[in-house]
């Protein structure tokens, strides 16, 4: 198997990866919390507000798309200085790594956005 196959196979297949750790153990966070209560329950304890408040804001999705957000945009960011140090010495290359660093911005952007809309909805 040549470089032209393999490095495409690792590039898609570490995506794949990544993906599948991040939806794992989030899942596994929310399992968590809800043993939790069960065990709660099971036992007797009685659960004040202020308890279920903080469990639920472990999955707060309102929270979650503020870090998503500012974590593309860096990550978009990062690519595009990457692509200015190489454009300093390869003046060819500054364009397809702006384009590259275009879509974690973009996409840090509407999680700015949902996480914008989504607090003005919990305030009303």
Same mark, same amino acid.
């Given at each position: 198997?040549?470089?032209?196959?393999?490095? #495409?196979?690792?590039?898609?297949?570490?995506? %794949?990866?990544?993906?599948?750790?991040?939806?794992?153990?989030?899942?596994?966070?929310?399992?968590?919390?809800?043993?939790?209560?069960?065990?709660?329950?099971?036992?007797?304890?009685?659960?004040?507000?202020?308890?279920?408040?903080?469990?639920?804001?472990?999955?707060? #999705?309102?929270?979650?798309?503020?870090?998503?957000?500012?974590?593309?945009?860096?990550?978009?960011?990062?690519?595009?200085?990457?692509?200015?140090?190489?454009?300093?010495?390869?003046?060819?290359? %500054?364009?397809?790594?702006?384009?590259?660093?275009?879509? #974690?911005?973009?996409?840090?952007?509407?999680?700015?956005?949902?996480?914008?809309?989504?607090?003005?909805?919990?305030?009303?």
């Amino acid at each position: 198997m040549g470089e032209e196959v393999l490095v #495409p196979v690792a590039l898609f297949g570490s995506i %794949i990866g990544i993906i599948w750790l991040v939806s794992y153990f989030n899942s596994r966070k929310r399992t968590t919390v809800h043993e939790t209560l069960r065990h709660a329950i099971d036992k007797g304890q009685v659960l004040s507000d202020e308890m279920m408040v903080r469990l639920s804001l472990a999955n707060d #999705p309102v929270r979650a798309d503020l870090r998503r957000g500012v974590l593309f945009l860096a990550s978009g960011l990062a690519f595009g200085f990457l692509g200015w140090m190489i454009g300093l010495e390869d003046g060819d290359a %500054i364009r397809p790594m702006i384009g590259v660093a275009s879509f #974690p911005v973009f996409l840090g952007l509407a999680y700015l956005g949902l996480w914008a809309f989504g607090r003005a909805d919990r305030k009303a």
